[in-house]
């Protein structure tokens, strides 16, 4: 209900830390909406958010994504409507404009109202949104597996396991055309939490097939030295300048440095 976020957010002092855990408190009853509706037995959870649902990545992200699994069905129009209904029940002055156009459908639910009654905007018609994609031609290869999460909501996902959820950073780092700092924070995470995960080579391929790759294919024996390859031409004031605003700890970005990702990666390579 729009009245416990509202008491959430009196809590907090920080102006930047209130609208990110109001993104992420609409985000997490989009998800509780998408289960109760059976949507994640067709779709499957995937990208930064799901990271920070399902494995307490410390920063914060703006998108819910997901990729349908297998050939199953469904209206992206009525699961839109659906959400839509469900957040004006509890409260909230909400509203979707959506694109079919493509093999990525998107959506942005906005809230109209909800950053003013939270004293974030002095404005009333300040508009507050997230962004929902579904990715309806994903490419193959990902390995899917079920998990249940406690966040504001229980709720259970069906999500890319972790090493597909890593091979999706990569192919990102690797075929992003501008520099999205979100990126490279992840990266640090994943290689300082898990230093001998290896991404799902059969996905990450096959992602970087579909969007044209025209470098070396990664694999077991190179991937390391292809990323740091990226790392070394991406500008780190970039990386800094996008992500801070999203951060947990702002001191974070200072352990995860483009010296330290470097040598996460480098002891790998040796």
Known sequence: MKDYLLELLSKQADSNFKLNMA???LQAYALRIL?????????????????RFLHDLPRFSQ?????VVGNKKYSFVDVLKKIKSEFVLAGYNADVSYSEKTAVQSAFFKFQGLMYEAGMSP???????????IDANPPSGAVSETRIVNKYFPIAFLSYDLASLFAGKLHAILNRKYTKGRDYFDLAWYLSKWKDLSPNFILLKNSLIQTDWRGKMPDEKNWRGLISKKIKETDWQIVNDDVK??????????????ENILSLLDKKMR
Do not use: C, P, W
């Open 23 to 25: 993104r992420e408190y």
């Open 35 to 51: 289960y109760d509706i059976g949507t994640f037995r067709t779709a499957a959870f995937l990208g930064g958010t799901a990271l």
């Open 63 to 67: 998108d819910l994504d997901f990729s």
């Open 123 to 133: 404005h009333e018609n300040q508009v507050l949104s997230i962004k929902l994609e």
């Open 245 to 258: 605003n999203f951060l947990e700890n702002s001191a974070d970005m200072k352990v995860f440095s483009k």
